[in-house]
């Protein structure tokens, strides 16, 4: 029988694709490979370098369990630092001989004969591997159409945040910021106070709560670093975030459906109060009021962009856009809005997106495709992370993934889960794990009951919004409506019974093939 050239192919070199390896060398698993398409570790902390950029949570929730950083400059720190981490722990547990720089795969194909994945990259060179973790990462790719006609026509500097060009000088230059998501957020204080005008285009207001943000001294840091210190803080996050999941998808169907509504209208008039404090022109205050509720769209921390429009040099848009011209854009009045430069902070293509999942890419048992599914069927995977019909394949960020946390939690969940029955099928001497259909249906049954408040929230509370939380189906599959510590429990300890472990010459104990011996 062919033995593929790897036990296990890593595909991503972010913040998931290290988590995975580490685990797999925790277990003595050391034939793995990482590919990554770039150069480096620290996935879109390596492609993302705007200026602001930063976490939008506190740094003890944005590290691993197993590499906790007692050392953050900053509560939330700054891209730089995080990269740097990311890095660092690559470094330590040596990852970087694993690595394969340069290297994008294109299509992920199962030979059922073999038992293991043939995976083509953008080269035509073939590689094998018994075990895939697809660590590709939430935010996917940036969209580099943002939906508006003419952006290519465009003759001045086009700035984007994963490809900022730091060479281009902003001083004294007329910028157009369009959008007002995170890295708008990020970016528009930033560059204010060095540009001769900025004009932002806001297609809907965010909601930019105070940032409790401050630099972290050496004192409080050796604090933090003290044995046991770092756990307690992660956990006493993990609580708060386990009891507010419990809220919006325990709570009884009729009395969330009375509350959510008023849930948003006492907190968009807390805002509108908190509003009055820190913008100083009316019309401009009254245009930055979300129409929705505070969790209808991500909302940001910052202490920084909503003064930035007391700025003399800084003004609201919120004409819609018609088209990008030569010399600017133009706004559905006709106006034409000169510009030497527009940053375009238009957003990704995301995991939660069917559309990110394309017609052969990832082709598994019999012929099954997983793009052709998920735009057929809706996206869906057994613990967030495995597909039936795709052997020996995990997801680190897959449908109904986030949990609240901050990513590396996420990660740490969904790899875990992958490795412990990777190590199963090992400890086994069988090559092949593949969930089983029945357990993948209730798995994802339990989901979309537990996904009810949710829906009602997005769908009828704050109807029409666009939001990256609602995907085209108008489902929410970026968010996990479970348990944190259950979903922990359930990687730590998965369930053995939901997959079927066998030998490549073995045939799939399927469903249909079970109902069709009880038939005989």
């Given amino acids: 029988m062919t033995r593929p050239e790897h036990s296990v192919v890593i595909i991503g070199a972010g913040p998931g694709g ?42 003890f929730t944005y590290q691993y369990s197993f590499a ?10 700054k891209g730089r630092e995080v990269y740097e981490y990311h890095r660092e722990v690559a470094r330590t547990f040596g990852l970087y001989e694993h690595a394969r720089w340069g290297v994008r795969v294109d299509r992920e194909e199962w030979d059922d004969d073999a038992g293991f994945w043939r995976l083509t990259c953008a080269d035509g060179t073939q590689i094998t591997a018994r075990f895939v973790i697809s660590a ?96 307690v803080l992660s956990g006493v996050a993990n609580v708060v975030v386990e ?3 419990r809220v919006v998808y325990q709570t009884p169907r009729p009395l969330f459906r009375f509350a959510a509504p008023w849930f948003d209208r006492i907190a968009r008039r807390l805002y509108s109060g908190y509003l009055a404090t820190v913008v100083t022109d009316r019309s401009t205050r009254e ?37 990008i011209v030569s010399e600017g854009i133009v706004t559905r009045d006709g106006e034409l809005h000169r510009f030497d430069a527009i940053v375009l902070a238009t957003g990704y293509h ?11 890419a990832v082709v598994g048992r019999a012929g099954f495709d997983l793009g052709r599914f998920y735009n057929d069927e809706r996206l869906q ?29 996420l990660v740490e969940i969904s790899s875990t889960h992958a490795v412990n029955i990777i190590t199963e099928a090992l400890s086994r001497g069988r090559e092949i794990a593949e969930v ?38 108008g489902d929410m599959p970026y968010i996990r409506p479970t348990s944190l510590f259950q979903a922990r429990h359930d990687s730590r300890k998965p369930d053995l019974d939901a997959y079927e472990f066998r030998s490549p010459l073995s045939a799939p104990n399927t469903d249909e093939a079970l109902t069709a011996e009880a038939s005989a």
């Fill in 18 to 59: 290290i988590c995975a390896a580490v685990q797999l060398r925790q277990r003595g698993i050391d034939d793995f490979v990482i590919l990554e398409q770039a150069n480096e570790f620290g996935g879109s902390w390596r492609d993302n370098h705007y200026p602001g950029l930063g976490v939008d949570v506190p740094g």
């Fill in 68 to 77: 906790r950083n007692p050392g953050w400059s900053r509560l939330f720190p």
């Fill in 136 to 231: 590709i990462g939430a935010y996917i790719r940036a969209k580099d159409d943002p939906g508006i006609p003419g952006y290519l026509d465009f003759d001045g500097e086009v700035l984007r945040p994963n490809s900022w060009n730091h060479d281009y000088e902003l001083a004294g230059k007329r910028v157009a910021v369009i959008g007002t998501g995170a890295s708008s957020v990020q970016i528009t204080p930033s560059i204010a106070p060095q540009v001769g005008s900025l004009e932002v285009f806001q297609r809907t207001p965010v909601w930019a709560l105070p940032k409790p943000d401050f630099a972290m001294p050496p004192r409080v840091q050796r604090v933090v670093g003290m044995p046991g210190v770092g756990s």
């Fill in 243 to 245: 009891a507010a999941l």
């Fill in 287 to 323: 245009r930055l009021k979300p129409g929705y509720g505070p969790l209808g769209k991500r909302p940001t921390l910052s202490n920084s962009f909503l003064q930035a429009f007391n700025r003399q040099n800084v003004t609201l848009v919120d004409d819609a856009i018609e088209r």
């Fill in 350 to 360: 995301l995991f939660s997106d069917p559309e990110s999942y394309v017609e052969g």
């Fill in 381 to 409: 995977a057994y613990q967030s992370v495995s597909v039936p019909k795709l052997p020996n394949r995990w997801m680190l960020v897959g449908p109904y993934s986030w949990i609240g946390t901050g990513w590396h939690e």
């Fill in 436 to 473: 089983r259909d029945q357990a993948h249906r209730d798995y994802h049954a339990m989901i979309r009951r537990n996904d009810q408040n949710i829906d009602y929230y997005f769908n009828t509370v704050n109807q029409g919004l666009r939001t990256y939380y609602v995907n085209s189906a």
